[in-house]
């Protein structure tokens, strides 16, 4: 089982400054990773898919890089709406195992 | 638009089936896409359930295969989950979704349908 290990488990940025999260597999993936935002209340929206490419209606202040074990989501100006828990998923194995989210909250 | 929503009971006595159904509107169900299941257990991460592909094929996570089926119903445009023998650890919030492959990328979801395992 791949294991997806996120950081930090919390973010405080202020609005308008960049965002950067972390994670980790515990084995080489490729670039089978995909970002996910859930908002209090709400269920997971997909950012990123393939390590970079943005899904349909997602805003170009996301990004998304890596390879093999070490990737990254990157929030650039941050947005009230932004703020929120954000999911990495791998899927390069059969279970499609999730980290375990990173708030990113208001500082 | 394709929107999805789940419905079933929000309490379950341990040992019983939990059965849920996602209706799809907004796309035929037997057009495309995987038809997924993720639960989010309270304050915890997401875990992939299981899949079913638009023409019936099954995925399941290893862990819950043995208590697991997925079913597709086209004539209702909808695809439901039963899981047996449920216990504590099954207490989560329940998530269908529509997805490009068989265990990720989900888009859209449902809006999560709380199910607690309880006598």
């Known amino acids: ?107 | 638009q394709m929107q999805l929503q789940e419905s079933g009971p929000g309490l379950v006595k341990p040992s019983e089936t939990l059965s849920l159904t996602c209706s799809v509107s907004g796309y035929s169900v037997n057009s495309g896409y995987y038809w997924g299941w993720i639960r989010q257990p309270p304050g915890k991460g997401l875990e992939w359930i299981g899949s079913i592909s638009h023409d019936g094929d099954t995925y399941y996570n290893v862990s819950l295969q043995s208590r697991l089926t997925l079913s597709l119903d086209t004539s209702k445009n909808q695809f439901s989950l039963k899981l047996g023998s449920v216990s504590a650890s099954d207490t989560a919030i329940y998530f269908c979704a529509a997805g490009i492959l068989r265990n990720a990328r989900f888009d859209p979801w449902g809006q999560g349908t709380q199910v607690i395992v309880s006598s």
């Open chain 1, 1 to 107: 089982e791949v294991v997806m290990t996120q950081s930090p488990v919390t973010l405080s940025v202020s609005p308008g400054e960049r965002a950067t999260l972390f994670c980790r597999a515990s084995q080489s993936i490729t670039s089978s990773v995909a970002w996910y935002q859930q908002k209090p209340g709400l269920a997971p929206r997909l950012l990123i898919y393939g390590v970079s490419t943005r899904a349909t209606g997602v805003p170009p202040r996301f990004s998304g890089s890596g390879s093999g074990t070490e990737f990254t989501l990157t929030i650039d100006s941050l947005q009230s709406e932004d703020f929120a828990v954000y999911f990495c998923q791998q899927y390069h194995d059969w279970l499609g195992t999730f980290g375990q989210g990173t708030k990113l909250e208001i500082k």
